[in-house]
């Protein structure tokens, strides 16, 4: 694990737009062009940390998980996400981007970090739900870009909670 640099941006937004072009896991539905990627979610002025994992053996970048400010009350909550590799995942490269990125939320001062994802994301779903978060809301039948809808989950990872759960939003 080690800290995004500006100049992983090309690999990574290779891994992304793999994950976007096959579809059902993420939200995210349009492609990213390496500077966009990097102004958006690597780098840019709302981020608060990204981190990659790196192969050793050969320098190739297997995921990255990364953390932005929130732009909804309240404000002490970060948003993450998580890229893995296409053929990686469930191999323990999210959860060891989360080890850093847990750490780095509660250097900042955050109290929670929030998790969207896809109803019909299972392998996102288990993955949050395997490192700590709880369900918070849904969003129900939120548009894809052709108009099918599909829900919404939220999941919240108290970062300072004492062992207090967050309070359970309607469904």
Same mark, same amino acid.
């Given at each position: 694990?080690?800290p995004? =640099?500006?100049?992983?941006?090309?690999?990574?937004?290779?891994?992304?737009?793999?994950i976007?072009?096959? &579809?059902?896991?993420?939200a995210l539905?349009e492609?990213?062009?390496?500077?966009a990627l990097? =102004?958006?979610?690597?780098i840019g002025?709302? $981020?608060?940390?990204?981190f $990659?994992?790196? =192969?050793?053996?050969?320098?190739?970048?297997? #995921?990255?998980?990364?953390?932005?400010?929130?732009? !909804?009350?309240?404000?002490? /909550?970060g948003?993450?996400?998580?890229f893995v =590799?296409? #053929?990686?995942?469930?191999?323990? $490269? &999210?959860?060891a981007?989360?080890?850093?990125?847990?750490?780095e939320?509660? !250097?900042? #001062?955050?109290?929670? /970090?929030?998790a969207? /994802?896809?109803a019909?994301? /299972?392998?996102?779903?288990?993955?949050?739900?395997r490192?700590g978060? $709880?369900y918070h809301?849904?969003?129900?039948?939120?548009?894809?870009?052709?108009?099918t809808?599909?829900d919404?989950?939220s999941?919240?990872y108290?970062?300072?909670?004492g #062992?207090?759960?967050?309070?359970q939003?309607?469904a």
């Open positions: 694990m080690r995004v =640099r500006e100049t992983d941006a090309s690999e990574l937004a290779t891994l992304l737009n793999e976007i072009s096959r &579809g059902g896991t993420t539905e492609p990213f062009t390496p500077d990097a =102004r958006t979610l690597l002025v709302d $981020v608060i940390c990204c $990659v994992a790196v =192969r050793r053996a050969t320098g190739q970048l297997l #995921g990255f998980q990364t953390l932005e400010r929130s732009h !909804r009350p309240p404000y002490d /909550i948003d993450i996400g998580t =590799r296409v #053929g990686l995942t469930q191999t323990g $490269v &999210g959860s981007l989360f080890t850093a990125t847990r750490t939320a509660q !250097r900042n #001062g955050l109290q929670a /970090i929030n969207s /994802i896809r019909d994301n /299972i392998g996102g779903n288990t993955f949050y739900d490192v978060f $709880v809301r849904v969003e129900h039948a939120a548009p894809l870009k052709d108009g809808p599909v919404r989950i999941k919240l108290l970062l300072n909670s #062992g207090e759960t967050p309070p939003a309607e």
